[in-house]
T-cell receptor, first 117, second 112 residues
Framework: NAGVMQNPRHLVRRRGQEARLRCSPM?????VYWYRQLPEEGLKFMVY????????ESGMPKERFSAEFPKEGPSILRIQQVVRGDSAAYFC???????????????FGDGTRLSIL | SQQGEEDPQALSIQEGENATMNCSYK?????LQWYRQNSGRGLVHLIL?????REKHSGRLRVTLDTSKKSSSLLITASRAADTASYFC????????????FGSGTRLLVRP
């Protein structure tokens, strides 16, 4: 399966712990996007990354949240000192090309469902 | 702010019937896309319609776009139980084409 791979599928953390969510884009894709989905709602954009670069993190909370997409390995969304309000499904998407080439779909993974106790 | 809003929020139909979902948005767009989400899964891209297109077909799907009214509709013909899912429209803004803006979705139930 050459689709977008996210792990873990489910993650349970206690308040104050750290959560690390991983995303491996589709083969040949160098652009990664993270979204958050609350129950019964649509996805909300968080951050857009290319290899080793954060292009736009305007949708990500300034505190506690960070994202990276290293030269080697998956993209990581990191949430420090989690709180109950961080409980949500986090989706990663990828595309082969970026903003200069609009009108192309993003390919989504199955998400990580984060639950905060 | 949320741009796409779907209508209705929920729809229940009998297998074989057609399902129509509507999406409204607020600002200019490059394109509008429709995605399907099965319970507990990620989004699957269905169809993309560009701002200069008015209608597009893909199998049993028909999408229309009216940029003057800032609205789109998704028609699923001859529905099947397997079409049961949530359907989201997403708009791609011209100034930040990567930043898809999703509506809150229509939950479709197709009864066998």
């Amino acid at each position: 399966n050459a689709g977008v791979m996210q792990n873990p599928r489910h993650l349970v953390r206690r308040r104050g712990q750290e959560a690390r969510l991983r995303c491996s884009p589709m083969k040949g894709h160098s652009h990664v996007y993270w979204y958050r989905q609350l129950p019964e709602e649509g996805l909300k954009f968080m951050v857009y990354l290319q290899k080793e670069n954060i292009i736009d993190e305007s949708g990500m909370p300034k505190e506690r949240f960070s994202a990276e997409f290293p030269k080697e390995g998956p993209s990581i969304l990191r949430i420090q000192q989690v709180v109950r309000g961080d409980s949500a499904a986090y989706f990663c998407a990828s595309s082969p090309r970026g903003t200069a080439y609009g009108n192309q779909p993003q390919h989504f993974g199955d998400g990580t469902r984060l639950s905060i106790l | 702010s949320q741009q796409g809003e779907e209508d209705p929020q929920a729809l229940s139909i009998q297998e074989g019937e057609n399902a129509t979902m509507n999406c409204s948005y607020k600002t200019s767009i490059n394109n509008l896309q429709w995605y399907r989400q099965n319970s507990g899964r990620g989004l699957v891209h269905l169809i993309l319609i560009r701002s200069n297109e008015r209608e597009k077909h893909s199998g049993r799907l028909r999408v229309t776009l009216d940029t003057s009214k800032k609205s789109s509709s998704l028609l699923i013909t001859a529905s099947r139980a397997a079409d049961t899912a949530s359907y989201f429209c997403a708009t791609e803004p011209p100034d930040s084409s990567y930043k898809l803006i999703f509506g809150s979705g229509t939950r479709l139930l197709v009864r066998p």
